[in-house]
């Protein structure tokens, strides 16, 4: 006999845009990701389902937002720079900010700072952080 939920939507660019429920240990759920700005005022959000991490969420915020100009011209579509928690400290969103010439505030777990410092000088430079910015 087995046990557990079946089978889920596992990859978050083919879950149906109808759908924005994960099955967990608690049951159903849904996460709300969103990205604001520096105020607090939501740009973008997207829902998704409660089992999905808010990494692989990120690119897809970023690709939404367009942000209006007061006078004419495209939306803009790169904030100057982007903070966020812990949670969101990974190489690929690193990489993705740095290839879009974005400025990443945020911190580094202090679990993957233990893994950098055990490689030595292999481990690479710490990230970049700006304390007071953040």
């Known amino acids: 006999m087995t046990q557990g939920a079946g089978s889920n939507y596992k990859n978050l660019c083919v879950e149906p845009p109808d759908h924005a429920l994960g099955r967990s240990r608690g049951g ?26 808010d990494a692989p969420m990120f690119v897809r915020l970023m690709s939404h937002l367009r942000i209006d100009r007061v006078g004419p011209g495209r939306p803009r579509t790169r904030p100057k720079r982007v903070c966020a928690d812990k949670a969101y400290s990974s ?17 580094e777990p202090a679990d993957q700072q ?12 710490p990230p970049a952080f700006d304390r007071a910015d953040y």
């Open 28 to 53: 159903l759920s849904t996460k709300i990701h969103q990205l604001v700005d520096g105020h607090g005022h939501p740009l973008v959000v997207l829902v998704g389902p409660g089992q999905a991490g």
């Open 91 to 107: 190489r690929a969103i690193r990489r993705h900010l740095r290839e879009r010439r974005i400025v990443a505030v945020i911190p």
């Open 114 to 125: 233990g893994h950098r410092k055990r490689r030595g000088s292999r481990g690479g430079r």
